[in-house]
């Protein structure tokens, strides 16, 4: 299995995260132009991990996403669908609670997590509602979640410009320099299929999430939306 459908069959999008799991962060960084790391940054803000608070990085895969909440002393546990991506992880940070679980059947107790997190991988999860309502159910009342994921520009000849090169020039760069480009085919067709920034503030609310909110990073290419238990 080179890339996953769109509709998301669970073995398939772990199949395709293992095949790119060696070469994935630098991957994201080249196709981001850069942007990735400022968005990480933009993350670890919304989160605001402090010390001896317990956080979830859902589909953290490498664990790359977590170390800015490691720096700030919080107890992170990164969890990831793939395996491929979690022994890369783990060779990586070789100290940090990996685990590997399907974000619509998370391992973990009720009110365990301070705050919970999930950047560009809720596009990946099959059902998207269940999805945030495990990640209610693991937070503890009075807890946060962040989710950064890619979304829709909000200026029509920006749109119309990234679509372009998310269906033309991705594809190429990804050949590259990734592991599997192929899998980059999918992940573009999935980002044009994700709900709009409102659409996911309504399954947020949906979801039993309170003072939901989000706010748009590099012209709408990504949205970081926030809530409440």
């Not at 790359?64 to 890369?88: E, H, I, K, N, W």
């Not at 209610?136 to 520009?153: A, L, M, N």
């Not at 994700?194 to 659409?199: C, D, F, G, L, R």
Request: hydrophobic share 40%; aromatic share 10%.
């Amino acid at each position: 299995m080179t890339r996953a459908s769109l509709d998301k069959q669970p073995r398939e999008v772990a199949s395709m995260f293992d095949a790119v799991a060696e070469k994935y962060d630098l991957t994201n960084d080249v196709l981001s132009l850069g942007q990735a790391r400022l968005w990480r940054k933009e993350v670890a803000k919304a989160v605001d991990a402090r010390p001896a608070q317990k956080v979830l990085d859902l589909a953290a895969g490498t664990a790359t996403s977590s170390q800015p909440f490691v720096q700030a002393g919080a107890y992170v546990v990164p969890c990831d669908f793939s395996l491929g991506m979690l022994r890369v992880g783990k060779q990586r940070h070789p100290w940090m609670p990996f685990t590997a679980g399907d974000g619509t059947k998370l391992p973990f107790k009720d009110d365990t997590f301070d705050a919970v997190t999930i950047s560009f991988g809720l596009r990946n999860i099959q059902d998207t509602g269940q999805a945030l309502r495990e990640l209610y159910r693991v937070t503890k009342p009075g807890g946060r979640v962040v989710i950064c994921e890619f979304s829709h520009p909000t200026l029509a000849p920006f749109r119309t410009v990234y679509t372009e090169y998310l269906m033309r020039a991705l594809p190429p760069v990804a050949r590259a320099v990734s592991s599997n480009p192929d899998a980059y085919v999918y992940l573009a067709e999935s980002i044009r299929a994700w709900p709009t920034q409102p659409e996911l503030a309504a399954l947020l609310q949906e979801a039993g999430w309170n003072k939901v909110a989000w706010r748009d990073l590099t012209g709408g290419i990504v949205a970081l939306h926030r809530g409440t238990k």
